[in-house]
């Protein structure tokens, strides 16, 4: 498995705000990703990023409303831009040790309001 | 496109009564890879078990079994002599093997509430 940290666990934003969250793992991985639950929905995928490329963004994501880092293997984050009430959310990193491993392990996740 | 459908939005029990989670799975790949997941209260979602597509042999791990039935395309998930502390959303998902269809495709959930 792996250890994953998120910073802030938690937070409650105005409306326009932005909020940068962090993801750390314990140990370097190449796969890391970001997940977005809505309220009672399940997890949708915001984007994977791989260290040293750009990150790929799905379909309904964009870069300047969730601009991604991933400066090395066990470190990244995403900012939520210019929030709105429709963006609380539970944000949640999560992380696959290489290639070929199939397991993905998440983050406690960060939950924002956004008011 | 890969789907996963759970049809069970909320189960509730009691406690020590024995409990199956649905999951129906669509895909088009022969490789792929399904996973079941817990998320308590507290909102971490916790990796429970993975099942590769060419295994099908069931099992058991505790209170938990999974029944991996390829011929129906599901994969069922039972907690036997339930626990309150086992109450918690529970979701089944997806991954194949090649390019895009490698990332997680979840289903809706299953809220399952155990009663004292």
């Known amino acids: 498995s792996a250890v994953i940290s998120q910073k802030p666990s938690r937070d409650i934003c105005q409306r326009g705000t932005s909020l940068t969250i962090q993801c750390q793992v314990d140990?370097?991985?190449?796969?890391m990703f970001w997940y977005r639950q809505q309220p009672g929905q399940s997890l949708t995928l915001i984007a994977t990023?791989?260290?040293?490329?750009?990150?790929?963004?799905e379909s309904g994501f964009v870069i300047d409303k969730f601009p991604i880092s991933r400066p090395n293997l066990t470190f990244s984050t995403l900012t939520v831009s210019n929030m709105s009430p429709e963006d609380s959310s539970i944000y949640l990193c999560?992380?696959?040790?290489?290639?070929?491993?199939?397991?993905?392990?998440f983050g406690p996740g960060t939950r924002l309001t956004v008011t | 496109a890969q789907k996963v459908t759970q049809a069970q939005t909320e189960i509730s029990v009691v406690e020590k009564e024995d409990v199956t989670l649905d999951c129906v799975y669509e895909?088009?790949?022969?490789?792929?890879?399904l996973f079941w997941y817990k998320q308590p209260p507290s909102g971490e979602l916790v990796f429970l078990i993975r099942r590769n597509s060419f295994d099908e042999q069931n099992e058991i791990s505790g209170r938990y079994s999974w029944n991996f039935q390829k011929s129906t395309s599901s994969f069922n998930f039972t907690i036997t002599a339930s626990q309150v502390v086992d109450s918690a959303v529970y979701f089944c998902a997806l991954s194949a093997t090649r390019g895009s269809a490698r990332q997680l495709t979840f289903g809706s959930g299953t809220q399952l509430t155990v009663l004292p």
């Open positions: 895909t088009r790949d022969t490789t792929y890879y």
């Open positions: 990023a791989n260290q040293g490329s750009e990150a790929t963004y």
């Open positions: 140990s370097q991985v190449t796969m």
């Open positions: 999560s992380v696959r040790r290489g290639q070929g491993a199939r397991e993905q392990y």
